[in-house]
């Protein structure tokens, strides 16, 4: 008998990269997608080189790399004196295909996925405009209710739909960690600060005007440049998505490192972020299981989110695939599945985030002095800056997660 689907909920990056994988190996797979398309959202846009190599494996890297931006380098500045660390990729060149960092925004890899899910993929349906309400499971599958009343039955449900994940919630595992009283003005301006002197990817330090400076591709060349900037808990979000008061706080920011153009920086999008530091409790519960946001929520500075997504996606396809293909048991694979992704999650992306926050955003002079001057040595020393761009490229975190059995 023909095994029901695997329904996946959430046509995210995560979701859609989970369904290709699985759908590449043959499972038969329908997707629950809540919005009438896919969405435009403004959030991921950078990509490391082990993830590089998973959608390589997945074949859309080529696609990928003929809209996106490579960034052989990143810097670390101070608002004030301009750059104190500049990390070459190239280092990782014995030790990766794609050694820079990919830059694409990822509503142009959503639609990437997709259409490769519909070249290569035919057991794989995505359906739009199909809110998932809540589900039961039994021994033997999943009874998914969408939010219209009809109901679907998977055998397995994967819930990659973000933050506020429905399948999470009905697994009934805490969330544990916190959100962070300040939240992520994210603007994006043409104005070329390539020509400043800014690489691809970019931190600038300051205790209090910090920020995260990234090329993205756009439309297409020269793409468009992202800062990403604090806004302060008790400071009103349409007050500061104000286009004066976006302005005068790009103007800060980026004050020691550029010269505000003339009539201002043109902008284009603007949008504010609210930002967590959370891990699931548990990545599965009987035939349920999380991948990418749902899973584990981090602030963007290292731009490891979706990169971990997609390293689920990834990891979880492999063990799925041929158990759906062969009837066997998934109790071992799903628990395989946790042990591997979710300590990874919290020594890694969650210890690297917070820790590139605080850098950052130093308030003490003698300690702020005192970390950029590591990272300037670290960067100068090529047997150290590679270490360190081994774990902040989650080259180690890949490998430490194919170590446990
Ligand atoms: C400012 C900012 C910058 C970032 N930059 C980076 C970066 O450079 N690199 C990086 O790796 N990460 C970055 N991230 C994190 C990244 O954006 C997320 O990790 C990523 O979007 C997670 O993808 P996802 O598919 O798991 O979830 P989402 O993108 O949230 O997708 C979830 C999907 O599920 C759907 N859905 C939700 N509920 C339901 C339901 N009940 N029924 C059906 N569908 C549902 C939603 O409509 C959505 O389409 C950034 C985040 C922010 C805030």
Redesign the pocket.
């Known amino acids: 008998m023909k095994a029901d689907p695997i329904i996946i909920?959430?046509?995210?990056?995560?979701?859609l990269a989970t369904a290709l994988a699985l759908g590449l190996e043959g499972a038969s797979v329908v997707v629950?997608?809540?919005?009438p398309a896919l969405?435009i959202?403004?959030?991921?846009?950078?990509?490391h080189p082990p993830t590089v190599e998973m959608l390589d494996g997945l074949g859309v890297a080529k696609t990928m790399h003929e809209s996106g931006i490579v960034v052989p380098s990143w810097q670390i500045r101070d608002r004030e004196a301009g750059v104190v660390a500049e990390f070459d990729m190239s280092l990782l060149k014995d030790v990766t295909r794609f050694p820079y960092r990919l830059h694409l925004e990822?509503h142009r890899l959503t639609p990437i996925l997709l259409d490769r899910i519909r070249k290569a993929a035919p057991t794989v349906e995505v359906r739009f405009a199909?809110?998932?309400?809540g589900y039961d499971q039994d021994a033997d599958g999943v009874d998914v209710r969408l939010e219209d009343g009809s109901a679907l039955r998977g055998s397995f449900l994967i819930g990659?739909?973000?933050?506020?994940?429905?399948v999470r919630r009905g697994m009934q595992v805490g969330f544990e960690g916190f959100t962070w009283p300040d939240r992520?003005l994210?603007a994006s301006t043409s104005h070329d600060l390539g020509a400043h002197g800014f690489s691809g990817a970019g931190y600038i330090a300051d205790p209090t005007h910090w920020a995260a400076v990234?090329h993205v591709p756009d439309d297409g060349p020269p793409g468009l440049w992202r800062i990403?900037y604090p806004i302060q808990a008790e400071e009103d979000e349409a007050e500061v998505l104000e286009p004066e008061a976006i302005q005068d706080r790009l103007k800060l920011v980026l004050a020691g490192n550029v010269a505000a153009p003339v009539g201002g920086y043109p902008l284009k999008y603007a949008s504010i972020?609210k930002?967590h530091q959370r891990v699931a409790d548990r990545f599965a519960v009987g035939r349920t299981v999380l991948?990418?946001?749902?899973a584990h929520?981090n602030n963007?500075l290292g731009?490891?989110?979706?990169?971990?997504?997609i390293h689920d996606a990834v990891n979880l396809a492999g063990k799925l695939a041929p158990i759906w293909r062969e009837g066997s048991d998934h109790q071992q694979a799903f628990d395989l599945y946790d042990r591997q992704r979710r300590p990874v999650n919290i020594k890694a992306v969650q210890a690297m985030s917070i820790r590139n926050k605080r850098i950052l955003e130093e308030r003490d002079p003698a300690v702020r002095r005192q970390h950029l001057h590591e990272l300037g040595a670290t960067a100068a020393d090529p047997v150290k800056a590679k270490a360190y761009l081994m774990e902040s490229s989650m080259i180690n975190s890949v490998r430490d997660a194919a170590q446990v059995h």
């Not at 991948?291 to 749902?294: F, K, S, T, W």
Request: aromatic letters at 8%; charged letters at 15%; a negative charge.
């Open positions: 909920v959430g046509a995210g990056p995560t979701g629950l997608e809540a919005e969405t959202d403004l959030r991921a846009g950078s990509y990822q199909s809110p998932v309400a990659a739909d973000g933050a506020r994940s429905v992520f994210v990234f990403a972020y930002v991948v990418g946001d749902a929520l963007p731009g490891l989110g979706l990169n971990g997504g």
